[in-house]
């Protein structure tokens, strides 16, 4: 057997590879050249042509651009008119910013277990959380993964809660016919260079419901609006613009939304390549007795952002940290999505304790996330393959 790096072997690669990588190309640079050429910067055509396109491309009736993920799941909360004691239900086992959302508008965050074989929220212990407060649930399509979108809009629709679909991991997902966006009453994607395709910053909402894109533009622009047709008091001239509630400047640059624009044209390819690089892994490790993979439904077509394995203790004698440092040495730089949100400091000092939801807890404490990104070549994959094969099998009980 090859002797691991941390004890002294040869690394399975010299140079490091990374989780995720973003994938630019002349065309994206083309695009933005063109922007800083034109006459607008901001708020111009780009803007426009995005959101057209993002309707068209996930079946929705509107989207609204943002500056980031986590603006748009402000946003998503601020048209859902989520305040102060409001209950939100959630998973814990996400980035930070579902659940900040929640507690930017004054509401309470209320956590649901995690499915322990999905990795995504759990419709019993939604249900459970349920109160007369509860307003909205914020659900994650963990790693591209959506949820059951399905049984979690009935039950939405069963307590009058809005559906908010955190897709900041699964834009170019489909749920049976639909492509996600067009599914919940607000979908929130994130352009994070990180995710399947990126603007270096950006976010959008997708909703179906008019009476959302409203507050939805109104928030992201100051809750200012320049439509005359939608003046609450008489215009005082041409130059007249009114501000009709509290908003904030959340908006997408002309040069983001031209990067992204571009992308978005490619993110087919993307997918294709992402499918390609996950059928190679699961052909792989489904062999290996130590290594536990996401279940994959049936009713998905998975535009993967992440590609996770997790440990399986009893099979495995070593701890995720030292299987995580492992792959290091090998130039193999694996990730960790997520530390539970309530186990961060701040959560814990609103009162939330650690043990709360043991299934996600125990996801993290076992959960490393590989290199997955289209310009992964051959040899990334064969490399990937290769450490990861080496450290289980030295490991292996
Ligand atoms: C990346 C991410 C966000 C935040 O998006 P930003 O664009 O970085 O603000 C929110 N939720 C999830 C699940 C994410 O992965």
């Known amino acids: 057997m090859k002797e691991l790096t941390i004890l002294g072997g040869k690394p399975v690669r010299n140079s490091k590879i990374y989780y995720g990588r973003q994938n630019i190309d002349e065309d994206d640079i083309q695009a933005v050249r063109a922007v800083l050429q034109s006459d607008w910067l901001t708020q111009g055509p780009q803007a426009e042509l995005l959101e057209k396109k993002l309707s068209a491309y996930t079946g929705s009736k509107s989207a609204v651009l943002s500056s ?6 402000h946003l998503a909360c601020i048209a859902a008119n989520i305040s102060s004691g409001d209950e939100v239900i959630t998973t814990p086992l996400t980035f930070a910013a579902t659940a900040n959302c929640i507690l930017y508008c004054g509401g309470t965050v209320k956590f649901a277990d995690v499915n322990p074989e999905t990795y995504n929220i759990e419709l019993d212990k939604v249900r459970k959380l349920i109160t007369s407060n509860t307003k909205a649930v914020i659900a994650v399509d963990y790693a591209g993964l959506p949820v059951e979108l399905n049984e ?15 897709a900041a991991h699964s834009i170019g997902s489909r749920y049976y016919d639909n492509m996600i966006g067009s599914i919940a009453d607000m979908t929130t994607f994130s352009f994070h260079p990180v995710k399947s395709i990126t603007g270096g910053e950006g976010g959008a909402v997708l909703t179906n419901q008019k009476k959302f894109e409203k507050i939805l533009r109104l928030a992201a622009s100051h809750g200012i609006t320049k439509n005359i047709n939608d003046f609450t008091s008489m215009s005082e001239g041409s130059w007249y613009y009114e501000e009709q509630m509290l908003g904030y400047n959340f908006r997408l640059s002309e040069i983001q939304a031209a990067l992204i624009k571009s992308q978005l044209d490619k993110l087919e390819s993307f997918k294709k390549r992402r499918q390609e690089i996950t059928g190679t892994y699961h052909a792989a490790f489904s062999g290996l007795s130590g290594i536990k993979l996401q279940k994959e439904p049936p009713y998905a077509d998975i535009c993967r952002h992440l590609y996770t394995i997790q440990i399986v203790p009893e099979s ?16 193999i730089q694996p990730q960790v999505h997520y530390i539970p949100v309530y186990w961060h400091p701040y959560y814990q000092s609103l009162g939330f304790k650690k043990g709360l939801c043991p299934n996600a807890e125990k996801i993290y404490e076992t959960i490393l996330s590989l290199p997955i990104y289209p310009a992964m070549t051959k040899q990334d994959i064969c490399d990937v393959i290769d450490a990861v094969t080496k450290v289980h099998n030295y490991f292996i009980r």
């Open 316 to 331: 495995i004698r070593c701890s995720r940290k030292e299987f995580f440092e492992a792959l290091e040495a090998e130039n």
């Open 152 to 166: 979690l809009k009935q039950l939405c629709s069963q307590y009058n809660l809005i559906l908010i679909e955190d």
């Open 68 to 73: 980031s993920g986590t603006s748009a799941l």
